[in-house]
Structures are given as structure tokens and as C-alpha cells.
């Protein structure tokens, strides 16, 4: 068992022991000196996970609520209808377990305390949000939006009245909660349409009626409705359902950002870096323990199949937000030696608040790959999300707030260009972090230039693979497959220009043909499924307008490059992976960015050419080298002008390293250590420590 598991247990040990000792004394005179005696542990120790009491009971009501969400979260997704899932949501908070009178007896302490303790209250809130929103989606699928609305609050307030009734009754028995929950299944039948069965969701047709759900701007630690706001629909590429319908922010919900912002960024700032790691550690937690709602979510939003987002997108993360989590305790200034009458020190402080801007391929990645540094450092950070992709930064917003961040630290404002264009010009917004296009990057660069922010651009690819006589060859095309079609090719540092050796070039290509051809495409919900759609229409148009343009320039498609539509497929942007064959580096799909499932195979026969040529491009963001020869390897990569290499891999990117592009593909680093300077500035203090020597 790892470290981390172990304490883990423990953690998990000390909040049971909190809840049994809750019980039995009551909210006031529990003490960390009390429940570390009955864990049979010392004070310390207790101090030692949770810090003070405040810390404990917090803990303690976050896994009560976690504990009863992901209960919710099970039975919703055994149900078949809404109706079933609206239900799932009654079962799992009137479930007998909640209402026996030891967990009541702590359900209540906390809710009475609530009141007292805006660490409590925050928890308290998400939870009841949590609840509201699972009623919302569920009932919005069988009556209009405006009713749903008023529904989830009616039936939110019977579970809790139930509750109440039931747990603070004079006997108590789990026959209570079976009664609780009929009363309550009685009610709502009566308040929906009498016909009603419910569809389930997999069949639910792309055009039901019932409206989507509407989101609002995330601002200083919740939803903020903006009824005259524009809105924009997210839509499933696979299906071409409307998600939802989001609400554009605009300049007045920018100031909004802005100012709980303010306000949330001195609160948080003011903690030690510790704290503020203990409180991103639980973030990356949360994600963690929702990694599979998660990861459909993004799925849906995507296009992604879920066999990656259920292992690489939320987890790539939270793992990052562990890694800022941890490094957010060290990070220090220096002191400076400055002769006998005086010394130096530097302070690192955070920039104040900055901005996020993020492209649709990684969504929840690309969210947490900026808010992860920006916050360790002390920042607050307004997020705009992709207007193709913003589902999953909600949800970042809300475990934040669930976590511990305080509000307004983490906003998230939707929209298109313009809000983004809001962001990059604000005054009091210090740095802008943009995952995007070139020709967005340089927009945004000089928009930023105004107000001479700090800017840090994560943009596009044309990156080379470059496959030696002496390769591997299965693992050079394994690498050359995933650089090439994971996430359907939508993946900035792709290599997408795969150099092979002339003397391995038939064989190479014989076999990654029959390795592409079992590549699976299909539902991305289907665990089975390879390859997803691509993230819209317009950008399938895009890539397919590519592939038939290499065609008549003379290359030659090997296989693939036709858009699927077998059956339910014809409803969503699906395109079989391509390989060309190229004979010269001129060709449009030789030196533009597809962002598609589109590998072009070009012939080398020298070192020194192929170097000349792999570099021979605007871009400079990744690049890879397959050889079993160790010297030349490293050779050719430190010739390579790129700010991500591999030897004998492509494209895994663990938050230990930095990353980010040479040339027209980017500035700064995101990841690593490297990270943290793009999100703080130096301050040097001079001190002198014997009298002012004045001429005057
Ligand atoms: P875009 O450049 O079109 O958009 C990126 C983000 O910028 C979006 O949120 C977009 O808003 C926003 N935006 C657009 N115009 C402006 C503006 N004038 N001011 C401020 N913000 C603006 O990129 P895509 O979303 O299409 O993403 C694909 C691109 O991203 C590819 O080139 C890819 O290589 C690159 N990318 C780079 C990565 C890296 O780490 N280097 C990783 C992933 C992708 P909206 O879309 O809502 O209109």
C-alpha cells in the first residue's frame, strides 16, 4: 500500500471517529484532544491532517455530503427514465442509512452550525446546489424549462421537510425512510404530466422538446442567472444534440468577475502556501472521486471516446493540480548575502488576477492545467472556456468551491471571441493564459499589449515524428498512431509530419495500414469505441476540405479520410483516419495544421536532411525521434527546434515536465516547476543594516 493510501485510511479513520464522537457529545464539545483519544491517536496527528478543528469539521461534513452525492450519483445512473433519476435523488437522500440517528444526529450539528461558519455554509451550498441541479437535468426532460425550475425547488424542500420530520421523530426505524420516500414519490407523481413514462437517455431523440438547461456565469462561488444575457447551445458532435444553452457573459458580468475576484484573490493570498495546497490537494480529490461523471460529461461535450476521458482528462487534471498542490508550500523567495551593512531578499508574490482562456480538444485538462499554477501561486483566475466545450469547467468551479477555494478565486465567464477579448484588454486583469490557435495567439499578444500583461501562449503544431532505419518499428507506428489519431488527431504537439527512413518505408507503411484499419470508430459512450467524432461540424468540413485538397495536390491518400456515416453515425462529425503518402514537404497538408485524424508519411535518406527539414516550418511545438542508437538520438533532439521532444514515445506529457512551443507555437511553459514563474513576480527588498551614508 502506497504512503498516500495509508493515509488516506487514516484521514478516513479520523472522520468516522469525528462522527461517532459528534454523536455522542454534540457540535460544541467535540475537540481534536476528544477524537484524537478515541482514535486512539495524539492531538497532533489529528492537527497534523486537518490542521485545527475548523479543519476537521469541515472534512467531516465534505465526505458526509460526498459520501450521500456519489450515493445519488449510483442510483442516478442505474435509472433507465427521468422520472427514475428524479426518484434516485429522493432514495439516495432519504435513503435509511442518512436517517439513522447517529448520522442525523451529525447532519443536524451541521446544519445548526452552518449558520456560523462560512466553511460549512460553502460546503452546505454546494451540496444543496448538487441536489437542485440533479432534479433540474431529470425534470427538464419531461416538462418545460420554467416548470422543472419550480419543480426541483419544491421537491428539494419535501426531501429536506421529510428529513426533518422523520429524523426528529421519538423512535426511529428504517421503515420511516421507505415511508419518507413514498411520501414523496406520491407528490411528485401528482405535479408531473399523467402520461408521463420518460425516454431513457440514450433514446433520447436529438430534437426532444423539453429545453435543454440553461447555465449561468460561474461568479464568486456560484451560479449568477442572467436572464437578458445572450446565450450560445453546446452540442454533442456525435449526436448533434443541444447539451445546453449558456449565457454569454458580458462586460457587466466581467465586472462582476472582477470584483469578487478582488476580493476572493486577498483572502486566498493571505493563506500560506500550505493551506493553500491542502485545499487544492482536495480539489484534485474531488476530481478524482468524480472522474467517471467527469469524463462522460466531457464526452458528450467532446466527441472524446470515453475509453480516454475516463483515463486521461480529468485525471491528467487532478494530477496537476496535485503536483501545483504540493509545490504551492515551497514556494519561497531567496535571501542575499549583500556584504556586512546590508543583506537582500526577494519575495515571489502572485500577480493578482489572471485570466484563462482555453481551446475545445482538452477542455477540464486545459482548465486545470492553468487554474492549477495561477492558484498555488496565490492569483485568482477568470476562465473562459472554449464556446464548443464549457461543460466541464462548471463542474471544476464547483468542486473548487466545494473543496475549500474561496469565491471568486475561480470564475468561470463563457462566451465567444468577444469575451475572451473582454478579458485580454481588462486593466485589472494582470496575466492572460491562452491555449488556442496561431493567428488567435497573436491577437491576443497584441490586445494584451495595451495594458502589458503577462502573457503565456499555448498554440498550434505541425510537429515532426522522425522514424530511423534502426527504429522499433511496431512502437515507432504505435507512436505514430497516437500522435496521429488519439482524440481523432484534434491534439496541438501531433506529429503530424512522420519522417521514415527510405529503407523501412514499405514495411512501415504495410503495417501501420492494417493497424489503422482495425481502428474502432463509433458512439464515443461505447467503452469499445477508438475514435469519437470531431469537435463540429464545420471543423469536420474543415479537415475533410484538407484531405480532398492533398489529393489534388498529388499526394496520395493511403486509407481513410471519408466521413463515416453508418447508421446513428451519420449524425455526428465522424471521419475515418488518413494516411497519405507524400512526396515533397510543399503540400498544404504538409505545412498546415489539420487538427484532424490526418498522418502524412514523407521519405528521408540523410541525418542532416531530415533534421533541415523536420525544422523547416513555422511552428515548434513538439517533436519526436524513433532509433535504437542512444548518441544520435540525443543528437538529432538537441538539433530539433521544438519545446517538447521525445526518444522512442510520442506525446505523453506528465506534469513534471514543462511544456510549451518554440517559434510561432507558443511562450512560457505550462507544467513543472518552469509553471510558477509564469504565474508570480519577483519583489527585492534591499535592507540596510548600518546607517545611510548621504553626501548631503
Ligand atoms: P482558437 O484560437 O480558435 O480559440 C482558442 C480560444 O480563444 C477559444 O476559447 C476562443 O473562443 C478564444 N478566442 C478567439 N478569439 C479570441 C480573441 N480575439 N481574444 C481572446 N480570445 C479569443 O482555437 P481552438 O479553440 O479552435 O483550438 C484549436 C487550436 O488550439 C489549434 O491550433 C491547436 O493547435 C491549439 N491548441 C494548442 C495547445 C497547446 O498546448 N499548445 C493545446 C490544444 C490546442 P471561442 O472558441 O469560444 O470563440
Given at each position: 500500500m502506497s504512503r498516500r493510501d495509508q493515509e488516506d485510511i487514516r484521514r478516513k479513520q479520523l472522520i468516522d471517529t469525528t462522527i461517532h464522537v459528534m454523536a455522542q457529545v454534540g457540535f460544541n464539545a467535540t475537540t481534536l484532544g476528544l477524537i484524537a483519544k478515541h482514535a486512539g491517536v495524539s492531538a497532533g496527528l489529528v492537527a497534523h491532517y486537518f490542521g485545527d478543528k475548523d479543519g476537521l469539521l469541515e472534512a467531516t461534513l465534505r465526505s458526509l455530503a460526498s459520501r450521500l452525492s456519489r450515493a445519488a450519483a449510483a442510483r442516478m445512473r442505474a435509472a433507465k427514465t427521468p422520472r427514475e433519476r428524479v426518484q434516485a435523488v429522493v432514495d439516495a437522500n432519504l435513503a435509511p442509512e442518512e436517517m439513522d440517528s447517529q448520522t442525523s444526529a451529525v447532519w443536524l450539528a451541521f446544519w445548526g452550525q452552518a449558520i456560523h461558519s462560512d466553511r460549512l455554509k460553502r460546503v452546505q451550498r454546494i451540496y444543496q446546489l448538487r441536489v437542485l441541479s440533479n432534479l433540474r437535468h431529470a425534470l427538464r426532460q419531461m416538462t418545460t424549462g420554467e416548470e422543472a425550475e419550480r419543480l426541483a425547488v419544491i421537491i428539494a424542500a419535501i426531501i429536506d421537510g421529510l428529513w426533518l420530520r422523520t429524523t426528529l421523530a421519538a423512535a426511529w426505524s428504517p421503515s420511516d425512510s421507505e415511508a419518507a420516500r413514498r411520501i414523496a414519490a406520491g407528490f411528485i407523481d401528482t405535479q408531473l404530466?399523467?402520461?408521463?413514462?420518460?425516454?431513457?437517455?440514450?433514446?433520447?431523440?436529438?430534437?426532444?422538446?423539453?429545453?435543454?438547461?440553461?447555465?449561468?456565469?460561474?461568479?464568486?462561488?456560484?451560479?449568477?442567472p442572467n436572464p437578458a444575457a445572450e446565450t450560445f447551445a453546446t452540442i454533442n458532435p456525435a449526436t448533434g444534440e443541444v447539451l445546453a444553452e449558456i449565457e454569454i457573459a458580458d462586460a457587466a458580468q466581467l465586472e462582476a468577475a472582477i470584483a469578487s475576484a478582488k476580493t476572493g484573490q486577498k483572502i486566498w493570498a493571505r493563506m500560506t502556501g500550505m493551506e493553500r495546497g491542502r485545499v487544492l490537494r482536495r480539489v484534485a480529490d474531488l476530481l478524482r472521486a468524480n472522474n467517471d461523471d467527469l469524463a462522460r460529461l466531457e464526452t458528450q461535450d467532446t466527441g472524446k471516446p470515453i475509453q480516454e476521458t475516463e483515463v486521461v482528462d480529468v485525471i491528467s487534471g487532478a494530477d496537476c493540480i496535485e503536483y501545483f498542490a504540493g509545490l504551492a508550500g515551497g514556494i519561497t523567495g531567496e535571501s542575499v548575502d549583500l556584504g556586512p551593512n546590508a543583506m537582500g531578499y526577494t519575495r515571489r508574490e502572485p500577480l493578482g488576477i489572471v485570466a484563462g482562456i482555453g481551446a475545445w480538444n482538452y477542455p477540464i485538462q486545459i482548465a486545470c492545467w492553468k487554474s492549477a499554477p495561477a492558484l498555488a501561486c496565490g492569483n485568482a483566475m477568470i476562465f473562459k472556456p472554449s464556446e464548443l466545450t464549457p461543460l466541464t469547467a462548471f463542474k471544476l468551479a464547483e468542486i473548487m468551491t466545494e473543496a475549500g477555494v474561496p469565491d471568486g478565486v475561480f470564475n468561470v465567464l463563457p462566451g465567444d471571441g468577444r469575451t475572451g477579448s473582454l478579458l485580454v484588454t481588462h486593466p485589472a486583469i494582470a496575466k492572460v493564459s491562452l491555449t488556442g490557435s496561431v493567428p488567435t495567439g497573436k491577437k491576443v499578444m497584441a490586445a494584451a499589449a495595451e495594458t502589458l500583461k503577462h502573457v503565456t501562449l499555448e498554440l498550434g503544431g505541425k510537429s515532426p515524428i522522425i522514424v530511423f532505419a534502426d527504429a522499433d518499428i511496431e512502437s515507432a507506428i504505435s507512436g505514430a498512431m497516437l500522435g496521429n489519431f488519439y482524440s481523432a488527431g484534434e491534439v496541438c504537439?501531433?506529429?503530424?509530419?512522420?519522417?521514415?527512413?527510405?529503407?523501412?518505408?514499405?514495411?512501415?507503411?504495410?503495417?501501420?495500414?492494417?493497424r489503422t484499419a482495425k481502428i474502432k470508430i463509433g458512439d464515443p459512450m461505447d467503452p469499445e469505441t477508438q475514435m469519437g467524432a470531431l469537435i463540429s461540424d464545420a471543423h469536420m468540413r474543415k479537415v475533410l476540405g484538407f484531405i480532398e485538397r492533398g489529393v489534388a495536390e498529388g499526394a496520395t491518400l493511403l486509407c481513410g479520410g471519408k466521413r463515416v456515416t453508418d447508421g446513428a453515425l451519420a449524425q455526428g462529425n465522424f471521419v475515418s483516419p488518413a494516411v497519405f503518402d507524400a512526396t515533397g514537404d510543399d503540400f498544404t497538408i504538409v505545412r498546415e495544421e489539420i487538427f484532424g485524424p490526418v498522418m502524412t508519411i514523407l521519405t528521408f535518406d540523410t541525418e542532416a536532411d531530415v533534421v533541415a527539414r523536420a525544422n523547416d516550418t513555422e511552428f515548434g511545438l513538439g517533436a519526436g525521434v524513433f532509433t535504437q542508437d542512444i548518441t544520435r538520438a540525443h543528437r538529432v533532439i538537441a538539433e530539433l527546434q521544438a519545446g517538447t521532444c521525445w526518444i522512442n514515445t510520442y506525446n505523453i506529457t506528465p506534469i513534471e515536465l514543462p511544456f510549451g512551443g518554440y517559434k510561432q507555437s507558443g511562450l512560457g511553459r505550462e507544467n513543472s516547476r518552469a509553471a510558477l514563474d509564469h504565474y508570480s513576480q519577483i519583489k527585492s527588498v534591499y535592507v540596510a543594516l548600518a546607517p545611510v551614508e548621504s553626501p548631503y
Open positions: 404530466p399523467m402520461s408521463f413514462e420518460g425516454p431513457t437517455m440514450s433514446h433520447l431523440p436529438a430534437t426532444a422538446s423539453a429545453a435543454p438547461p440553461r447555465i449561468a456565469n460561474w461568479i464568486g462561488g456560484a451560479y449568477r504537439s501531433n506529429g503530424t509530419r512522420v519522417f521514415v527512413h527510405r529503407s523501412i518505408k514499405d514495411k512501415f507503411i504495410s503495417r501501420l495500414l492494417e
